[in-house]
């Protein structure tokens, strides 16, 4: 067994930023993605296949120690009225992924989550990882088979799984998607002049982690042998999306334009990620305000 890192839908935002930090700390990197990158990294293997692709999973697994799962080929809203998209886009290619690999031993393997749409709207705040869950999307309800699914493979193969259920995650490098990522979308909307929709009064509560908290949280699992577990991984502070657009107005000192909208049924009122458990078990903890992040996005964004 090699000591590379393979990852599953590595030529995303957050594949992305995660093969940056590889490629720094001198690992051999394979990225399999369904799509192109956006740039390509010197030293790093790409491969244009599907994370079930039985040719390539079956020839690069005993190559790699660490398989980090970050494909998701839906979002919350791209599978709202669609729940066959979440079997067909990502629950079959998981679970066809797993069968290629059973027979490979030994590596670790990460699956990133969601923290943002697997609790709903939890009992009580911070959510813990023992709170219920009970996805109020078909996106958060595939998430949370396929956490299912890959805890009984750890306990049916003796692969150690870890689960990472980030928070809204945003930060320079993402690419503006329909949907997902409101930070991003804000800035967009200043930028452009264009009206940003708000589904409801504003009052809807997020936590926001910066990318770089978000790669620093997987290195550290990776590198540690005490990895297995789920962990939620969140800036353990909550913003409402009105004081979101009123960070994003002071940074940018331009108007944020807002067209309000009557509320979705599928809108989680408020999460906010409890993160005792990463931190006693890794020592991490995020260092980047949202303040400061926005402010960051928004260089990015402005000098590209």
Request: with cysteine.
């Amino acid at each position: 067994m090699g000591n590379g890192v393979l990852l599953l839908g590595g030529a995303g935002f957050l594949g992305t930023a995660l093969v940056d930090r590889f490629v720094a700390e001198g690992k051999e990197v394979h990225v399999v993605s369904r799509s192109a990158p956006a740039g390509v990294v010197e030293g790093v293997r790409y491969h244009r296949a599907s994370l079930d692709d039985d040719k390539v999973i079956t020839r690069l697994m005993p190559q790699c120690a660490t398989v980090i799962h970050v494909a998701s080929g839906t979002t919350p809203g791209s599978s709202g009225r669609h729940p066959l998209y979440e079997l067909n886009l990502n629950l079959a290619p998981t679970l066809r992924f797993l069968e290629l690999s059973r027979n490979i031993r030994p590596f670790q393997l990460v699956f990133v989550s969601s923290g943002g749409t697997l609790y709903g709207n939890p009992e009580r705040l911070p959510a813990d990882e023992k709170c219920i869950l009970h996805p109020l999307s078909y996106h958060g309800a595939g998430k949370m088979a396929l956490e299912a699914f890959l805890l009984a493979f750890s306990h049916e193969s003796g692969v150690p799984v870890t689960i990472l259920r980030p928070s809204n995650l945003y930060g320079p490098g993402q690419s503006l998607r329909q949907g997902f990522g409101v930070v991003r979308t804000m800035l967009e909307h200043v930028r452009s002049g264009s009206a940003f929709e708000i589904w409801g009064d504003g009052e809807t509560v997020r936590d926001f982690l910066y990318i770089d908290d978000m790669v620093n949280a997987c290195s550290g699992v990776i590198a540690s042998s005490r990895g297995a577990g789920t962990f939620n991984v969140g800036s353990g502070v909550g913003y409402s999306l009105n004081q979101l657009a009123a960070i994003v107005e002071d940074v940018c000192r331009q108007p944020l334009t807002v067209v309000r909208r009557p509320p979705r049924r599928t809108d989680v009122r408020a999460i906010v990620l409890d993160i005792s458990a990463i931190r006693e078990r890794f020592d991490w903890q995020p260092a980047m305000s949202l303040e400061v992040g926005v402010r960051r996005t928004w260089e990015w964004l402005t000098v590209r």
